[in-house]
């Protein structure tokens, strides 16, 4: 989608223009008259004649002149009819100020507000936002007061409020922004569409995202993969709310939007390869780093400091955060012994002793970061008596300039450190408050690094067969049957090439023991109905059945399911081979859907332990081989089929490829709601693995 | 310990006064005579006659009046020298700056240096440290440059440099100290005696360690229990640092102590009742609303906020702390209709909108405040066009000036709310700078309100028998042996009377057929030998064997362990009962050695999940039964006792006991080094536990 009308129109129409001070439709016109906008501005009052020294005209097709953009701040029952005078005039970008849609439980209105865009070809923003700021070109078209400095930030958020505490903020932390956009509804243009413009905005170094809801991951997925991957790779940073059930649904009363599974979202940041920052803290604390440094090449982190404490501090957070302490050469040991004195710490975190003055810094910075052993460094100041700090500072400004490795810095303290702090800021140094801050974002600027490094392989299977599954679908949906048990899901299974054992659906006992003959073995005999989805709690299996058991087993079932559910209609029995596996775990596989990303793939460890432990991981579609074998690796159980404890290695491989069997079925099938893979058996490596029960919900 | 000459001395000797500016000896004197001490200050330097205008003596016996505190600065190779001279001048209190004792490898200097103090009743704080300041009575005894504002955090911290940080960031956030320690070394006075000493100062409202390792558990228990449990309550708050292995090893080259387990760390601060702060950061946090607040009697909490976004993610921060969102009452929710607009939010997160003036905010919080299912208030404000961001404030403090409730503030927000925040802050109003923290430190303070009402019940056991253990710990270490294998590990375990299943050691194949006609039933066959501790591994292990193959199966593993162990002493065979127990669980039980604290006792889910989850907790002596129990409800698999997916209730409260008796023995019996009963099986409800097998090593 073209934004450039939205980002950098040449003329400007507010419709709802007003001459009441303090009003939203007042301070919109104020700010694009008051600071700097040099394109043309029309206002739009029928009541007024002149506003903030311009002409007002009685509505948007009155204006004589060409118009790029249009703000609207009209009430909401009157938006649609504004948007189709909007779309006469041939304005190509509309701001939607006003609320009053989905939110406020108007879905209707927002969709027809949206169509007239979509047909009209008007990239829209809002409704129920606070609206756009391009400080580039001085284009406050929004009622945020201040116009935030020029900078490297694209900040899209979905909560209008936090952006006024956002640019006040960044002022005081000196981060300056390419571009500002409250997102409110997201009736059509959304979080990917701007993703994808700003990966062409040469101002745009880094693009950070508040998002309280989020629609289609592969969308997404795709646009910040690519964004990565481009010629000119931009680092996407998002801080995702409702993550509880309790503020989930606090953020739907206020955008309208359903939250979904946190989970899933933790799932989509990892593949598309957005760094989530968890508290508001942690998300200023990424943009200052990440707009100042350049990426490290790998993870050794080397620490220099004139204070023990807040150096452990540091260490302490550096490996809880993934990265290694980085282990000096002998040369430039060496070459430390020249500078420092020798009850000075040596070794990585390098403590350079409370006396330590400027110059002492300076040397040991120099010696570390030409190291070849070190990826990035991280300073650590406290002011003693005799510390040097602006002399420190200053230092450190000059070691950065000859550098690519990045540098965070804590000077810890308060009004002492505070000149020093903003001379750093303002020469492009990442200054932090507290050690484990800058340690943190060290690690999540070198984590952003590994992904650009990661490959995507698509799964691609050529032994599927997609009408036979077609076909069960299409029969069930013809009966009016969604829930589909094991005697339809195993099928599936089947025609996705899932492993399954031996099995039978026979009628009678004469042909439950011919189906026996034929696995010859023990068997598990398992009711089949399309009225009973859990089949054990109405006493509907029998496992571990012996051969000569089988007559009376299948008599006993019948006699039991006849009296727990008597209405239930019987299709038979299924006969299944009992599997003799030593080796072996019981995972569970699994999809739902998440309302606004779509299906969410689960694997875990199964039995009673997926309960207790929750041990499992999710991945979205599109998902790729390397997203699989994540999801796998990010499970503890991973331990098991490592071969735990000197058990034998079992088949990950093949649950990696079960886990892209199942968002193939997933792709090719988006009428299913919920699937259940349970237990999946992960026999020894080599032997694959085998689906032992299965069901599947269509929507 | 009396540390009234440490902190409240009416004449100070500084040993090792020095002339040169910007030398620690010089430092002290300066801070002793320029920030507004008015006792007597005595500057102690053979070579100079004067200094800041006082006389200089020789040395501390030429001193002609009373000493009460003595400052050392002098080279560490003298050091006891001058301590004799204090002891000899019957000084009181001594703080040793001087750095070069354990830290660099003289243990033996620093032992001599406490055995002189103790013997001479010489309260010592260091060596290897920052010094102390009392800011009541402007009292310096540092060589930190800057006195703190007073107030009422007692600040003691194992890091010297982390001290100066500290005290200059705390003077811009407006947190006033009533002492700050740099314990150093702690050769003699720890933050055990400390907390004793500021448990009856009646300016100390907090207490806040930075701690890279802590000795004996049991007296810091006790002393913060009595703290937390007396008359006058002060809640402790700690931030350890050496979490890691990096950590720890950082730490100890700087402080010369070992870091020992973070998880017996954890288990101490939750036993004490000491609240953990996992980062510099969240220390200042709960500084700030501990020191401004009273504790609220529940964990309702409400959020008042005029933008969206922040309130979710506090509601996201407030639920994922533990605390829930208050529901007021339906009386509150119409006198709510009489003061918001009718598109505002009437539940909680209460979201009183953008358009928000002081008067909205002040009429809500009243209303929010009086309710009484509201226990705490957490305000969030963002500065739009229209915000009163300084009246707002001002509301604020009135409201709380009213109300015993707690009310957290957070003006997210820079320049347009600096005002308002140091307005607030010098009002003991507790503001912080993102929602998150806010919502967190608020969890902090109820949390410490419930640990008040923590009960502490002692096991009592009348049924031991600890001589028949002394006897068998008597007789290993006359033989020189310190590794108990299951043979010797059983009867100490029955004579603490845990449940065992019945066995025997036999010597032959005719007394293993006899022992088994007397268990009756199927059993273990495992070798016995003082050389074996890991029987398993050599195949000296046989399970379920039948009665028949008794004799069999007795010969084979006799052969098996001569092969693989040709060498050990083999004292016979142990026949155990198998158990057969359905509803049952393996559990781990064990304990060993943190280098600081004492014996820490471990449960755990047993098993090959033990390794995969690490689904442990641990507990430290002494051990109440909420302790216990409280290690048990801390596992995961305490949905297993509880019965997780309709299986049978297992017995609890027998596990819980086991943990009693175990800790009874630990006590008991201070040479166990290391102690594992694995597995322990728990039985259903009201059938107990088992022993299966343990293994003791002594010191």
Known sequence: MNLDSIFNPKSVAIIGASTEVGSVGNDIVKNLTTQGYTGKVFPVNPKATKLYGLKCYPDVLSIPEKVDLAIIAVPASIVTT?????????????????????????????????????????????PNCLGVINPAIKLNASFAATMPPAGGVAFLSQSGALCT??????????????????????????????????????????????????????????????LIHGPNPKPVIAIKSGKTLAGASASASHTGALAGNDAAYEALFKQAGII???????????LRVFTHNQLPVGNRVA?????????????????????????????????????????????????ILGDAK????????????????????????????????????????????????????????GRLVTEAVRTMRSDQISTLQFPEQAAR???????????????STKFNFTDINKKAVTKIFTDAQNRGQKALPEALALPVLAAYKFPLPKYYIVQNETEAEAAVKKINGRVALKIVSPDILHKSDI????????????????????????????TADLKGILVMEMLHVPSSAEFILGASKDPGLGAAVMV?????????????????????????????????????????????????????????????LLTDFPQIKEIDINPLVILQEGQGVKALDARIILE
């Open 82 to 126: 504004v948007m189709h005078e909007v779309a006469k005039k041939k304005v190509k970008g509309a701001i939607v100020i006003t609320a009053g849609f989905k939110e406020a439980g108007q879905p209707e209105r927002e969709l027809e507000l949206s169509e007239i865009c979509r047909k009209n070809n008007i990239a829209l923003i809002g």
């Open 165 to 226: 505490a956002v640019i006040d903020y960044a002022q005081k932390l000196e981060i300056g922004f390419s571009k500002f956009v409250s997102v409110g509804n997201k009736a059509l243009v959304d979080e990917t569409d701007l993703i994808e413009y700003l990966a062409n905005d040469p101002e745009t170094k880094v693009i950070a995202l508040y998002v309280e809801q989020l629609k289609d991951a592969g969308k997404i997925i795709h646009a910040v993969r690519k």
């Open 276 to 286: 989530r920052a968890y508290s508001t803290n942690e998300l200023f604390d990424y």
């Open 303 to 351: 620490i220099i400091t004139n204070a023990g404490g807040p150096g452990v501090l540091a260490t302490d957070e550096v490996i809880d955060s993934g990265l290694s302490l980085a282990q000096i050469t002998a040369a430039s040991q060496k070459k430390l012994t020249a500078v420092l004195p020798a009850w000075a710490n040596f070794h990585n975190p390098f403590d």
């Open 358 to 413: 400027a110059k002492r810094y300076e040397a040991t910075l120099k010696i570390i970061l030409a190291d070849k052993q070190v990826d990035s460094v991280l300073v650590i100041l406290t002011p003693q008596t005799m510390t040097e700090i602006e002399t420190t500072a200053k230092a450190i400004i000059n070691c950065k300039k000859k550098t690519k490795k990045p540098i965070v810095v804590n000077f810890m303290g």
């Open 441 to 455: 974002s060290l690690a999540m600027l070198t984590k952003f690094a590994g992904q650009q490094k990661q490959k």
């Open 539 to 566: 006493g509907g299996i029998a496992l571990n059945v012996e051969p000569h058991e089988v007559k009376q087993k299948f008599h006993t079932l019948i006699k039991t399911v006849h009296k727990n559910a008597p």
């Open 604 to 664: 875990g460890l199964g039995g009673i332990f997926v309960e207790i432990f929750k041990d499992v991981s999710f991945g979205l579609l599109p998902l790729t081989k390397e997203n699989a074998a994540q999801m796998v690796a990010d499970l503890k159980a991973n331990e098991i089929i490592c071969g735990a404890r000197g058990q034998k290695h079992l088949d990950g491989k093949s649950l990696v490829e079960s886990i892209g069997r199942l968002a193939q």
